[in-house]
């Protein structure tokens, strides 16, 4: 992900009318009359999305967004996330879970996320151009949101029928058109997206430096609510967490994905990584359930529930989660003032 949310592409690919448009600010773009319809709590996405499980995911969606190699080339010359992974992590989940849990508010959300890109382009080391707005890569990372939402769903969540990967689909659908980008690379149906799914990992994806850089937590710096800590005590945690999390996105990655990252994957492991999973699930089954909410989430259910009023301020990022002091009034990055 690109600065504070999502995406980065090839400048050339695209209508120069919907790169006008973007870059303008412009709410809606592709024709829509009016805003679009957001997702409600009835929704299966509000369901499986926005839970404190999906961040056993985290390094999973950001390799493969960044193995795009134009949204690759964007976090390698635009980005901060390596100065800050963990505040950026936990601060960007706030206006991304926003543009599926914010109600009527959901389109100026996804407006802000892809505002956050405008300006971010450029040449890559190979002498390709890219833009963060061009549609096709903005819609690449938003892909890999719904998938992680399909993983998650079948991987922690006991399992999806065929009739609710196609529900799940449409409503993912529904979804981007929060972001008012152009609609033209979103696949027309839920087998259209796996053969786009599939073209991607077999022809598109590479292995690049920003896709290693996710995957290499060994320069990973403390969170500022962890400054307490020892540098040695850190550096275990670290080669604890990056063996861990080797694990369970190694297991999550296409078959050909992890043939072009180069790793390797025995039945054993991906037994122990089904376990690991059920294992999961189950104990989610027995938690409750708004301990497990992303407080966006939360608060959404609250008031889809009549718990707070449906105007009710949402909620943002807590202060340890923000940009250093020098980026909070830069417009690529979200940094409310909490």
């Known amino acids: ?163 609710q990967k196609r529900r799940l689909f449409d409503e993912h659908v529904q979804w981007y058109r929060m972001y008012g980008m152009s609609m033209r690379p979103v696949p027309k149906s839920w087998e259209d997206f796996q053969q786009y799914w599939d073209h991607m990992c077999h022809n598109v994806l590479e292995n690049n430096w920003a896709a290693r850089a996710v995957l290499d937590l060994s320069t990973m710096p403390k969170h500022p609510s962890l400054e307490w800590m020892p540098d040695w005590m850190w550096r275990l945690n670290v080669a604890a967490m990056q063996q861990f999390f080797n694990f369970t996105t190694v297991g999550l990655f296409d078959p050909a994905v992890r043939e072009l990252m180069g790793y390797t994957w025995s039945p054993r492991q991906e037994q122990l990584h089904r376990a690991f999973g059920t294992a999961i699930y189950r104990l989610t089954r027995v938690l409750p359930k708004r301990m497990l909410m992303h407080p966006r989430k939360r608060s959404a259910w609250d008031r889809a529930h009549g718990r707070l009023p449906v105007d009710a301020p949402l909620v943002e990022t807590p202060a340890r989660n923000l940009p250093p002091i020098e980026y909070r009034d830069d417009p690529h990055f979200y940094s409310p003032k909490v």
């Open 1 to 163: 992900m690109t600065q504070d949310t999502s995406a980065a592409g090839p400048e050339t690919t695209g209508s120069t009318h919907d790169h006008e448009a973007l870059a303008t600010g412009c709410p809606v773009s592709g024709g829509y009359d009016a805003p679009p319809q957001p997702l409600g709590p009835d929704s299966l996405t509000w369901r499986y999305f926005g839970q404190w499980t999906g961040m056993l995911q985290g390094p999973w969606a950001g390799s493969m967004q960044n193995m795009h190699p134009q949204l690759g080339a964007a976090v390698q010359q635009h980005s901060i996330f390596f100065l800050e992974r963990m505040p950026r992590l936990f601060r960007s989940v706030y206006p991304i879970g926003g543009v599926v849990f914010d109600g009527h508010r959901a389109p100026t959300t996804g407006a802000q996320v892809r505002d956050y890109h405008i300006g971010i382009k450029g040449v890559d080391d190979q002498g390709r151009r890219y833009s963060a707005l061009n549609p096709d890569v903005f819609y690449w990372a938003h892909a890999t949101f719904f998938k992680s939402t399909l993983l998650a769903a079948e991987w922690l969540g006991g399992g999806l029928t065929e009739e």
